[in-house]
DNA sequence: GGTTTTCCTGACATCGTTTTTCCCACAAAT
DNA sequence: ATTTGTGGGAAAAACGATGTCAGGAAAACC
């Protein structure tokens, strides 16, 4: 009637010690059929529940896992996230979703409650400008951690996506085409994933004996990168491919492009990145570099469960590779 | 060097007791500044970071609120939440969001582990099929609970939108335009929120003097919404406006009447629900019901923080207004 | 000088578990 | 009958904080 139920209650009503509900409840020890029984209809008469936050503290074993993302509403993270939960929730985990919105004070103080907060593992895309003493601080703690798509430290597990061999293959697409005028297009920050997509564009250009490859900035939402794009027809005309930095931008730069009476694929061809949903549906079509997010997702949770398994263990990186998925918005390049 | 930093070490090594380094940290009791000064120094030097399980198991409180929701992939539900998480992080909460994708059994552990964990607030869009359990165990464990869009139970606060009115709007709009065959387009299951939106079509549509109101499903995403749109020109051609369940769909919706080679809001017209970035920035734009998610979250932050410090408060309903706002895909009917 | 504040210590008790140790009874073995 | 073993359970000590209460030393007041 006062208070929840704890041990104790269920102990006086089944009319045992404290240790043996505990026991019982764990499925642990060894226990006669006989009490366990009768332990367990006195729990379930009580409604009974086990606090969590005093086993975790007495064992020191937490089974709550966090997963930092830098963006919520990106649909590509969305897909990701459904992943990692499936397979963690699978091996009695709770996993709880933070967005830090790429702002990297939030994600400060957003880290620090999830250390006081004693969370078993962390799966993690850290903000942009993260600073080396969020990394220190999680090392410190020794929380069981799996970096995510920027792989900005080096000292941790890390899953992500071979981003430079994916441009580049994106961009001999285009100059097997034809192409010779194309921008990257997309990111206003030089993160490292786009660092390294940038870098496999351009030495892939380089390899074709093209070097005037333009990287035109553009944030990381479609009315953003509609706007981007009819500034970078303005500027720079000649261009006929653009390369993206994500599917949203690549697809507000399609709208652009059409709002200028032009069409993707025939006057100027656009390769996004990361095949969310409407990509497939966009008219026309978009050609995307795809990687499967539900893949990745699993990926991550089974490299964050072997962490915590063995702590010891040595680093692992995992890169995936993405697939470039033809469309309707590439094409040969406009004559003149 | 061995294990974390507790209390006890921080009073050790700032050579004062227990308590006072306590005290300190949260900033209570009567502290010299000298003494403070001491302990804030060991404890920046020592890393020491207070565990928050154990002053929860002490003090009883618990500043993690969870947000369980039926759609994280959901562009509206992320704005929402980032409303949400704006005024309770200030407060200094920890928020954590969980996707049910609209399971109930993946619910019901959900729910189950947030009750282990004893988090000390939920703001909680109940899944389709919920059973009454889910909210007698959260009732029965005292848990303050604000549920969001779906009032499925009615002894919880609530904060919502005006389903019966919006759609009452919207269709009062299409009658005035002249439209006589229309379609309550989108959603599958009878939810509370998709049966108040049709009965404020319907109510409009009688009072217009209009019986005939289609309902036609669709899953909530856009692929799902263009083939139905389909299905629905090749079974109802007579068809000229549709009120959708959401901008997801009608965006769908718009897709397929285009590739039918039909204009949305010449040929057919469409209101969308939500008000998502992609509406205004879609070809045709999207005319659709807005309201605002930022201030949805902020109201939902603030119905839950009122209930966590008054657990006696009256039940408080508050449902938000939608706004018509009127783009391209509305218009006249065709001739004929 | 005495009296009041101000600040701090020490020694419990408490939250609800887990874990280790220890004990008892009963059975099998000597 | 004494030893040895063993299954089943209890008692007590943690875990890391918060809170209380008695008291004491130093500084401040008149």
Redesign the pocket.
Known sequence: MS??P???TVAKAA??????V??V??G?????E??RDRVLKAAKALN?V??QK??A???G?NREIGLVINQLSNPFNAEVISGVVDLLEAEGYLVSILDTRDDAERQARQLEAFIRHGRGGLIWVPALDTPDEAFDLLAAHKIPLVTFLRNVHGDFDHVGIRNADATATATRHLLELGHRQTAYFGGTEMSIVRRDRIAGYQRTLAEGGISNGIIWDSEDNKLAGLEAMLNLLRCHPEVTAIICNGDVVALGASLALQRAGLMPGKDVSIIGFDDIQDAAVATPPLTTMSVSPHKLGRKLAKVLLDRIRDPDMPISISEISAELIIRGTTGEPRKG
């Open positions: 208070g929840k704890t041990l104790d009319g045992v010690s404290i240790p043996t505990s026991q409840m764990r642990a020890g060894r226990i006669s006989k009490t009974y086990p606090d005093a086993a503290m007495r064992s074993e």
